[in-house]
């Protein structure tokens, strides 16, 4: 006879689904009684829907904010606590553990072998140790090594799921796709890249049927991992981006650590902009975690597309949200990028309006440049207000969103892309070629 245990899945709208359709959408030993959300704004008040919830959740399964943990675990007298999101330090982590254990209910987390799927074809998985440490560039670099060996790769996103999350399956092909799924700024910044590539993305809620129609579609699922995430398919290669910007971080932030001790391949990205003993201590600090994984360098270098338009002049830096965020950088891919041209920066904090300037006080590390937060078309309204309210001769935009055909900038703006280039022998490219040499054989 089962006991049913009362649950609580806390998220931030990607993990905490997959978690519930992987492990407690047909498990009648526990009654998920509400998600929480946090990180990612406009996320709460809302419904898990029946129809993915299963037969058990006729009525779907509420979203709140994570502030009520306590008045929910006290109100349905909850046994259960589950943590189901990423890029959260191991402090923070038990202060929320303590939250819950304070309020009457045990904490815990699921591994791999409760929420990852199987796939029937081979899966290479891109993590890293921090959102922000370049994952999107060299999950570019891995599939452009995949058609290199006369493979088709298909790209499977962790999930953004902002908008209905009736829809199990997105297949994005072309750009005229982001209009049909009316997807955020956020998730094009990690689709335009790909598909200008040629490759298919996929992503969604249900990564069980993401996973048939991907397998459909390619040789190989390139898994491109979300912020410090774990891969939601059984990985055959997994490689993991370390960022020496943040050298340390892999042993204290959740779940970097997990990502590292996975590691196959270990990537220390942006080379280039970092010292020879900021590489050589993220060096030392994964290997102390991972003596078996192997090692690579790899140098981000910047373009921009129109730098005559910024080159020398005050700029407003606009940067990829996640990772001035959540992901703890104080600046990013377009600060880097107006140095390079001389630029000067012009701290746009004063003039931030609504959602914008309240970013800024929930995230005080953020530098003198402007999140691209765009996860509502009020927020998006007011991302385009406080830019064209800052006085600047020009706009550079860090994200590897197109700002400029979502909103209208009032000034000239140029957009900065960075690719990875190979630094050092053995090269990241020579792994790659031998990888997918013996999937395609």
Request: proline share 5%; net charge neutral.
């Amino acid at each position: 006879m089962c006991v049913e245990r009362k649950a609580i899945i806390i998220g931030a709208a990607g993990r905490d689904f997959h978690n519930f359709n992987t492990f407690f959408r047909n498990n009648p030993n526990y009654k998920v009684v509400a998600f929480t959300a946090t990180q990612i704004p406009y996320i709460e008040n809302r419904t898990y829907p029946p129809k993915m919830a299963g037969s058990l959740y006729p009525d779907g399964i509420p979203v709140f904010s994570e502030d009520k943990l306590e008045e929910l675990i006290k109100l349905h007298n909850v046994d259960d606590v589950f943590f189901c999101y990423s890029d959260i330090s191991y402090e923070n982590l038990m202060h929320l553990a303590s939250r819950a254990i304070s309020a009457g209910a045990s904490f815990g987390l699921l591994g791999t072998k409760d929420t990852q799927l199987v796939s029937k074809k081979p899966v290479v998985s891109v993590l890293a140790t921090r959102t922000g440490a370049g994952k999107s560039t060299i999950s570019r670099m891995v599939t452009t090594a995949a058609k290199k060996a006369g493979l088709k790769p298909a790209i499977v996103r962790h999930p953004m799921p902002y908008g209905d999350l009736g829809i199990a399956v997105q297949h994005f092909k072309t750009y005229d796709d982001f209009a049909k799924y009316g997807i955020t700024i956020e998730e094009e910044e990690e689709y335009s890249d790909h598909l200008a590539m040629g490759i298919d993305v996929f992503a969604g809620v249900d990564y069980g049927l993401i996973l048939e129609q991907a397998e459909q579609a390619c040789d190989v699922i390139i898994w491109d991992g979300g912020n410090n995430d774990f891969s939601f398919y059984r990985p055959d290669v997994t490689i993991v981006v370390a960022d020496p910007l943040r050298s340390g971080h892999e042993t204290r932030y959740h779940p970097s650590e997990v990502n590292v001790r996975l590691a196959d391949a270990v990537v220390i990205n942006k080379a280039n902009a970092a010292t020879k003993e900021q590489i050589a201590k993220t060096v030392d600090s994964c290997q102390r975690l991972n003596s078996t994984a192997k090692f690579f360098q790899v140098n981000s270098e910047v373009t921009v597309d129109l730098p005559e338009l910024v080159r020398n002049k005050s700029v407003l830096v606009v940067e990829d949200g996640p990772s001035i965020t959540h992901g703890e950088l104080r600046q990013g891919a377009g600060v880097f990028a107006a140095k390079s041209l001389n630029c000067r920066l012009v701290d746009p904090r004063k003039n931030a309006i609504g959602s914008i300037r309240k970013a800024y006080q929930k995230f005080p590390w953020m530098g003198p440049v402007m999140p691209a937060l765009g996860y509502s078309a009020e927020q998006l309204s007011e991302l385009e207000a406080s830019i064209n309210k800052t006085d600047c001769e020009a706009v550079l935009l860090g994200t590897p969103a197109d700002l400029r055909k979502r909103i209208k900038i009032d000034r000239p703006a140029a957009k900065v892309a960075f690719e990875g280039r190979d630094a050092g022998k053995p090269s990241f490219s020579s792994y790659l070629d031998e990888v997918f040499g013996r999937i395609a054989n």
